[in-house]
């Protein structure tokens, strides 16, 4: 079987140039799509797309059956056997369908284009959700040294655009798993990231059970800045504490109220606390 070269670096050359490439050789060499053995195939470990919906496969199973096999899958050869680059639900119909063969285009690739030609293909047919599309491209950075940059450009959108989705793998596990699920939204996962893990789980736990919109979420991890602030001092105050910090070398702060006020002095060791104590005793109070 004759296998074509899908290596390079930018999208054309990962994506574009190989299905154009195809054509071409298709057209120069009288190719065709080879009938390769669906037991042969393994699933490529790099594929993005975790939740495949099994009525989705059903239904495409029966158009297949209806109208047969119209778009290949790509595969590349490994020892014999072939791994799936692209058309993973194509591949899970004809195991439905019980059927031996399935057509397919083989060609030359690494591990690196082939794990990019399956997280591209997935981002443009926007078969992902945020979050599996936030851990495929962290996959890329992590496992082939790609920078934010360099996945922007493979996958065409902008680099906020990636760095974003990034940042989704920052989520506590409950959060990614329903965002996965499409019980939330990007925008919920967004509102609770500079959170403590357990706060994103007892937002995002709230907001499943209540449906609460994106503005709602928002509005809850907002900073209240309507609270009346505590630390409003008036001149003579804050001229005293800084009078006494000096006289004891220590931070002196004073709560003064209504029916009188706190003087607090703040040490960090004993030490510290009866070298403070001995510059009270030598004050003349006279």
Same mark, same amino acid.
């Given at each position: 079987m004759t296998?074509r070269?899908?290596l390079?670096?930018?999208?054309d050359?990962l ?7 195809h054509?071409k050789?298709?057209d120069?060499n ?5 009938q390769i ?6 699933r490529?470990?790099h594929?993005?797309?975790k939740?495949?919906?099994?009525d989705?496969i059903?239904?495409?199973?029966e158009?297949?059956e ?7 899958i790509v595969?590349r050869?490994i ?7 692209v058309?993973?639900?194509?591949w899970r ?11 397919a285009?083989?060609? #030359?690739?690494? #591990?690196?284009?082939?794990?990019v030609?399956?997280i591209?293909e997935n ?9 599996e599309?936030?851990e495929?491209l962290q996959?890329l950075i ?5 920078s934010?940059?360099?996945v922007a450009?493979y996958?065409?959108?902008?680099r906020t ?7 989704l793998n920052e989520l506590?596990d409950?959060?990614?798993d329903q965002?996965?699920?499409d ?5 919920h996962?967004?509102a609770?990231?500079?959170l403590?893990?357990?706060d994103?789980?007892?937002i995002i736990?709230?907001?499943?059970s209540r449906?609460l919109?994106?503005r709602?979420?928002?509005?809850m991890?907002?900073p209240n ?5 505590l630390?409003d001092k008036?001149?003579?105050t804050v001229?005293l504490?800084?009078?006494l910090t000096?006289?004891l070398?220590?931070k ?5 109220g209504?029916?009188g ?6 040490y960090?060791?004993?030490p510290?606390?009866e070298?403070?104590i001995?510059k009270?005793r030598?004050?003349?109070?006279n």
């Amino acid at each position: 079987m004759t296998k074509r070269k899908a290596l390079g670096s930018g999208l054309d050359s990962l994506l574009s140039s190989t299905t154009k490439s195809h054509q071409k050789n298709n057209d120069k060499n009288n190719e065709s799509p080879q009938q390769i053995q669906v037991h042969k195939i393994e699933r490529n470990r790099h594929q993005p797309r975790k939740i495949f919906r099994e009525d989705e496969i059903k239904q495409l199973a029966e158009s297949i059956e209806q109208n047969g096999q119209i778009a290949p899958i790509v595969v590349r050869e490994i020892n014999n056997k072939y791994e799936l680059i692209v058309g993973e639900r194509r591949w899970r119909a004809m195991q439905l369908l019980k059927k031996d063969n399935i057509s397919a285009i083989i060609i #030359e690739a690494d #591990e690196k284009t082939s794990a990019v030609l399956a997280i591209v293909e997935n981002v443009q047919r926007e078969d992902l959700n945020s979050m599996e599309e936030a851990e495929s491209l962290q996959r890329l950075i992590s496992d082939f040294g790609m920078s934010h940059e360099d996945v922007a450009k493979y996958i065409c959108k902008s680099r906020t655009h990636v760095s974003n989705l990034i940042r989704l793998n920052e989520l506590c596990d409950y959060a990614k798993d329903q965002l996965r699920l499409d019980k939330i939204s990007m925008g919920h996962a967004r509102a609770v990231l500079t959170l403590s893990h357990e706060d994103q789980m007892r937002i995002i736990k709230l907001c499943v059970s209540r449906n609460l919109s994106v503005r709602a979420i928002e509005k809850m991890t907002r900073p209240n800045k309507t609270k009346p602030k505590l630390n409003d001092k008036d001149q003579d105050t804050v001229i005293l504490e800084r009078e006494l910090t000096e006289a004891l070398g220590a931070k002196i702060t004073i709560k003064h109220g209504k029916r009188g006020g706190v003087v607090n002095i703040k040490y960090s060791s004993m030490p510290e606390l009866e070298g403070i104590i001995d510059k009270i005793r030598q004050i003349d109070l006279n």
